[in-house]
């Protein structure tokens, strides 16, 4: 539903970094097209992290994603454009005080957005287990599936979740079998070694 908000607490190890919300805003315009809008925001100690990721209302693939960092004091702003008919993603990096710099990504097969899979995995009717995904991401394709079936905590509640596995590993992610798929805990989104997001509010 748009206006849905998951606010998630951001952990290394056990050391609490910071918060982090994803935000549906459902159906936007941009460039004459129409996008689903998913809003990724993480704030910590010394880092900022926003992500306005389009992605098409249909595949969930994404159209654009515009990042705005702030790392140590350090800005820049990364776009990236996808054409998934041709398989590139144009990536234009601006750091404060420089000319933008952009390059050129070739990939085959559709291109994927962790968030975007996110999303598109709860639309599904139910979670299943044992289904395997094949997600190609800008620099890295990995195969998402089922490990096994878990109970887990989470906002001050017991969930039913399946807990899904990458390979290579780089992502962990707990998902509700509930109605609303909630996305309970998500390992490896952040590019920061060891992090994990929980969720701890849910709003409609």
Same mark, same amino acid.
């Given at each position: 539903q748009k206006g849905e908000t998951i606010?998630? +607490? $951001?952990?290394? @190890?056990?050391?609490?970094?910071? =918060?982090a919300t994803l935000v549906f805003n459902g159906e936007v315009e941009r460039n004459g097209r129409k996008c689903v809008l998913i809003v990724f925001t993480a704030r910590g100690f010394n880092f900022y992290d926003e992500e306005r990721i389009f992605v098409d209302p249909v595949s969930f693939l994404p159209v654009a994603v515009i990042r705005d960092l702030n790392i140590f004091g350090n800005k820049e702003k990364i776009v990236e454009e996808y054409d998934q008919a041709l398989g590139r993603i144009k990536v234009t990096k601006t750091v404060l005080g420089h000319e933008p710099v952009s390059m050129l990504i070739e990939k085959k097969g559709p291109i994927d957005n962790i968030y975007g899979f996110i999303y598109r995995y709860r639309m599904q009717e139910r979670p299943v287990r044992d289904a395997q995904f094949d997600v190609r991401l800008p620099t890295l394709n990995v195969k998402i599936s089922g490990v096994k079936d878990v109970e887990f905590k989470a906002a001050g509640k017991m969930y039913k979740?399946? /807990? /899904?596995? @990458? $390979? !290579? +590993?780089?992502?962990? *992610?707990?998902?509700?079998? %509930?109605?609303?798929?909630? !996305?309970l805990r998500i %390992? %490896?989104? *952040?590019? *920061?070694?060891?992090?994990?997001?929980?969720? *701890? =509010?849910y709003k409609e």
């Open positions: 606010r998630f +607490s $951001v952990k290394q @190890s056990v050391m609490k970094m910071g =918060e979740a399946v /807990l /899904l596995g @990458s $390979v !290579p +590993s780089k992502y962990s *992610i707990w998902m509700d079998k %509930g109605e609303k798929r909630l !996305p %390992g %490896g989104a *952040i590019g *920061i070694a060891n992090t994990v997001m929980t969720m *701890i =509010e």
